[in-house]
């Protein structure tokens, strides 16, 4: 066979010259446009056989499969009974090895039209350079898997830096007994709006006697945008009337934005938040004004679960991790500390602890919610936004916003 180049430069220059060949050239080119007259033949013997078999011809066809494929060789010849004798012996006679190693090499499929001076060429890519190209991918891209692999894997997470000012501090807690004070509990009030001009920052130390936690509250923000993930926190209620949220949040630099797919890139240090409800509630509702759920949890464990999470929170001040948008959210977080006091209360292959604007769905569904009310009537009753923007920053803002009808 000819090789691929040499035999498409023959080819395309048969499309012109073949036919007039013997009148315009001497000796040598009748004989060079003989040869490529044999080649357009022999090419359009290759096609006529290809299509004539029952099925596609594959690489590892033998001879013996290709002769059961084809039909008898009259009626392979029918078709083409005015071609000339040439090219019925080359038809009858045509080594089906040499077409095997053709179709798995270099094919070329020569048309020609009923005026017989006409070819069109379609080069395909040679297997083994298939399979050349294929290796070099398939390395490169291991090479880059790898080398992505490494780089989030010995990502450090930093634990200085021009963070926002609402995530500036760390919370941290101190355990005395059955009290536990906390340092750094958030209490910020924000004039119009978020920016930089419009925060009043404040903070507090304040101790806390844990064996008054009489209530566990869940608080979900479903996003405006994106209805499938939300925000979610708990709030842990005392007995003489205080409140304290832990927020689990991804901790931003000045300037960055949370984006979803960044949060799978070990982009934002995970933390957890102490703050006090006039800040971590109001601030959704009447600054952002976000629609918020308030949902009473039906735990017995209400101690145990606060301690858990102040205990994570130490951990994280001294220890950070990274947040990551799936695995380590919001709301996988909380499911994490339920199931560490109460064993097996949430499935951890629930898909609702990842997408986080189902989790109250699923928390109703699964009895975690203290109410027997559908999905419809619990968001209905626990929606807090309206009544949180009517009463405004009171001193009693928690007990306000929980006046359920």
């Known amino acids: 066979m000819q090789g691929f180049a040499e035999r498409n430069a023959l080819l395309l220059g048969a499309t012109e010259h073949a036919p007039d060949a013997r009148h315009e050239v001497g000796e040598g080119r009748q004989l060079e446009a003989e040869r490529v007259r044999i080649l357009l033949l022999e090419a359009e013997a290759h096609e006529i056989v290809q299509r004539s078999c029952t099925r596609p011809l594959v690489p590892g066809d033998t001879d013996q499969s290709i002769q059961g494929l084809l039909p008898e060789d009259g009626d392979l010849l029918d078709p083409f009974r005015k071609k000339d004798d040439h090219f019925r012996v080359l038809l009858r006679s045509l080594h089906l090895a040499l077409l095997s190693k053709v179709l798995t090499g270099h094919v070329t499929r020569a048309a020609l039209t009923r005026q017989g001076c006409r070819c069109a060429t379609l080069p395909f890519m040679h297997r083994e350079k298939f399979y050349f190209y294929l290796r070099y991918f398939l390395v490169g891209l291991g090479v880059f898997i790898a080398t992505f692999i490494i780089w989030q894997a010995t990502k450090q997470v930093p634990t200085e830096?021009?963070?926002?000012?609402?995530?500036?501090?760390?919370?941290?807690?101190?355990?005395?007994g059955d009290f536990v004070t906390v340092r750094?509990?958030?209490?910020?009030?924000?004039?119009?709006?978020?920016?930089?001009?419009?925060?009043?920052?404040?903070?507090?130390?304040?101790?806390?006697?844990?064996?008054?936690?009489?209530?566990?509250?869940?608080?979900?923000?479903?996003?405006?945008?994106?209805?499938?993930?939300?925000?979610?926190?708990?709030?842990?209620?005392?007995?003489?009337?205080?409140?304290?949220?832990?927020?689990?949040?991804?901790?931003?630099?000045?300037?960055?934005?949370?984006?979803?797919?960044?949060?799978?890139?070990?982009?934002?240090?995970?933390?957890?938040?102490?703050?006090?409800?006039r800040d971590s509630i109001l601030v959704r509702a009447n600054i952002r004004k976000d629609d918020v759920y308030v949902y009473p949890v039906r735990t017995e464990k209400g101690r145990a679960l606060l301690v858990d999470m102040l205990e994570e929170m130490n951990t994280l001040a001294s220890k950070p991790q990274w947040y990551n948008t799936v695995t380590d959210n919001c709301t996988s977080r909380i499911a994490w500390h339920v199931n560490r006091v109460t064993p097996g209360r949430i499935s951890s292959v629930a898909w609702q602890s990842y997408v986080t604007g189902y989790a109250d769905a699923f928390a109703l569904e699964h009895g975690l919610l203290e109410t027997n009310l559908s999905l419809d009537e619990a968001r209905k009753k626990y929606y807090i936004t309206y009544r949180s923007q009517e009463i405004g920053d009171i001193p009693n803002y928690s007990k306000e916003i929980r006046r359920f009808d």
């Open 184 to 277: 750094n509990v958030r209490n910020f009030r924000y004039k119009d709006g978020e920016e930089e001009t419009d925060l009043v920052p404040g903070y507090y130390d304040k101790t806390y006697d844990l064996s008054n936690v009489s209530k566990v509250w869940y608080v979900s923000e479903p996003f405006k945008n994106l209805s499938v993930a939300a925000h979610t926190f708990l709030s842990f209620e005392f007995s003489n009337g205080d409140y304290l949220s832990i927020s689990i949040e991804a901790r931003k630099l000045k300037g960055q934005d949370y984006r979803l797919s960044l949060g799978l890139l070990r982009t934002y240090p995970l933390m957890y938040i102490a703050a006090d409800e």
């Open 161 to 176: 830096g021009d963070w926002q000012t609402p995530l500036s501090r760390l919370s941290t807690a101190e355990f005395h």
